[in-house]
């Protein structure tokens, strides 16, 4: 299986144009999330989901949408890119586990990113 | 959620040991603590997680001390593939919990020969 990946690895885009960053893992897996990582900061939340139709926001939710129509699928949309965005975007995802609204902790299986520029 | 503390860099040679430390001092009861590392251009690996004493697997030992306010990272016998970036996560175990995962600003390990 090839676990999570993501499409397009790099993207430059102009000032208010709008794209989908696209998320995919074959694992199975409930629970996706997305993180920007900015150069010398760690990774920031985004939005994340525990299954499909179940959306909830991260620590910068701002500038960006996502949906769950499937449990594979997980798309990332700049409405209207601004500078501020430029950034690499991972995508991750992880089982949940167990009757009681399943294991969080446990491993993230992280893509390899999406390196976007925004001019 | 509890905000982790961790060296910015660190800088260790090949064969030694390194431990890197990690404050979390409103660590709540249900919370967890995991490891993750980064090498540039990938996403981060899962690297080890507990709750208190000590675990250990083939890649790290974790030491959590009893009060739980901070945990230390210890890699035995670095080489030079252990440069990478280590970030410590603390949140709860299950979703229900409360759902977010929070990375830090992690700290950047280099590995001289």
């Known amino acids: 299986n090839a676990g999570v990946t993501q499409t397009p690895k790099f993207q430059v885009l102009k000032t208010g144009q709008s794209m989908t960053l696209q998320c995919a893992q074959d694992m199975n897996h409930e629970y996706m999330s997305w993180y920007r990582q900015d150069p010398g900061m760690g990774l920031r939340l985004i939005h994340y989901s525990v299954g499909a139709g179940i959306t909830d926001q991260g620590e910068v939710p701002n500038g960006y949408n996502v949906s769950r129509s499937t449990t594979e699928d997980f798309p990332l949309r700049l409405l209207s890119a601004a500078p501020s965005q430029t950034s690499v975007y991972f995508c991750a995802s992880r089982p949940l586990s167990g009757t009681s609204g399943g294991a969080l902790t446990d491993t993230q299986y992280f893509g390899p990113g999406t390196r976007l520029t925004v001019l | 959620l509890a905000k982790t503390t961790q060296p910015i860099s660190m800088d260790s040679y090949e064969g030694q040991e390194v431990n890197i430390t990690c404050s979390h001092n409103?660590?709540?009861?249900?919370?967890?603590i995991t490891w993750y590392q980064q090498f540039p251009s990938q996403g981060p690996r899962f690297i080890i997680q507990?709750?208190?004493t000590k675990v250990t697997n083939e890649v790290a030992s974790l030491f959590i001390p009893a009060d739980r306010k901070s945990s230390t990272l210890s890699l035995p016998r670095v080489s030079l593939s252990d440069t990478a970036v280590y970030y410590c996560?603390?949140?709860?175990?299950?979703?229900?919990?409360?759902?977010?995962?929070?990375f830090g600003q992690g700290t950047e390990l280099s590995v001289k020969p």
């Open positions: 409103n660590i709540a009861t249900n919370d967890y």
């Open positions: 507990g709750y208190k």
């Open positions: 996560l603390v949140g709860p175990r299950y979703y229900n919990q409360g759902g977010k995962l929070i």
